[in-house]
T-cell receptor, first 107, second 114 residues
Framework: KNEVEQSPQNLTAQEGEFITINCSYS?????LHWLQQHPGGGIVSLFM???GKKKHGRLIATINIQEKHSSLHITASHPRDSAVYIC?????????FGTGTRLQVFP | GAVVSQHPSRVICKSGTSVKIECRSL??????MFWYRQFPKQSLMLMAT?????????EQGVEKDKFLINHASLTLSTLTVTSAHPEDSSFYIC??????????FGPGTRLTVT
């Protein structure tokens, strides 16, 4: 079993839909990253959080340390949100990555 | 925000040759940089941790003589793939750690070995 599990693995949505991607982990962590990887390969760090909730534009990330669970929400999804979203946890100074969620948003 | 660059973004080389990939932190100093590789539709795999002024720490299964890492300054780390083979074709990504937990990722280098 992977130390970081994401669900769903693949997700399709119509433009405007509310999207939720889940991440569960089994190790103790100091923080968690949500990353976005576009088809070209470049990775952008969306959030790093260790408790509570963060919001940036249409993106919201939450984490529950006790339950070892985090969610990434996208409100009013748009085709440009199509990408792979990766959850990565930080138990020490190295990241442990989830397998990613491939999101496609259709107009 | 913090910016990490990689050069080149794409490289094609012949089997048996060596390729050097550079990773630079443009607006901050990074005592630690990480090198990852990623196969198509798979997650990132950590290859090694590069610390400025000291030898890199390689993950299990990564050949240190094949993937030479040099972290000569606080803003530059290089990965050299020596005697490249087609199976080394992959997407290589670096990240830089400016001293906190947050890593900043480079845009990646796509290596194709023919």
């Amino acid at each position: 079993k992977n130390e970081v599990e994401q669900s769903p693995q693949n997700l399709t949505a119509q433009e405007g839909e509310f999207i939720t991607i889940n991440c569960s982990y089994s190790v103790g962590i100091s923080a968690l990253h949500w990353l976005q990887q576009h088809p070209g390969g470049g990775i952008v760090s969306l959030f790093m959080l260790s408790s509570g909730k963060k919001k940036h534009g249409r993106l919201i990330a939450t984490i529950n340390i006790q339950e070892k669970h985090s969610s990434l929400h996208i409100t009013a999804s748009h085709p440009r949100d199509s990408a792979v979203y990766i959850c990565a946890v930080i138990p020490s100074d190295k990241l442990i990555f989830g397998t990613g969620t491939r999101l496609q948003v259709f107009p | 925000g913090a910016v990490v660059s990689q050069h080149p973004s794409r490289v094609i080389c012949k089997s048996g040759t060596s390729v050097k990939i550079e990773c630079r932190s443009l607006d901050f100093q990074a005592t630690t940089m990480f090198w990852y590789r990623q196969f198509p539709k798979q997650s990132l795999m950590l290859m090694a941790t590069s610390n400025e002024g000291s030898k890199a720490t390689y993950e299990q299964g990564v050949e240190k003589d094949k993937f030479l890492i040099n972290h000569a300054s606080l803003t530059l780390s290089t990965l050299t793939v020596t005697s490249a083979h087609p199976e080394d074709s992959s997407f290589y990504i670096c990240s830089a750690l400016p001293g906190t937990y947050e890593q900043y990722f480079g845009p990646g280098t796509r290596l194709t070995v023919t």
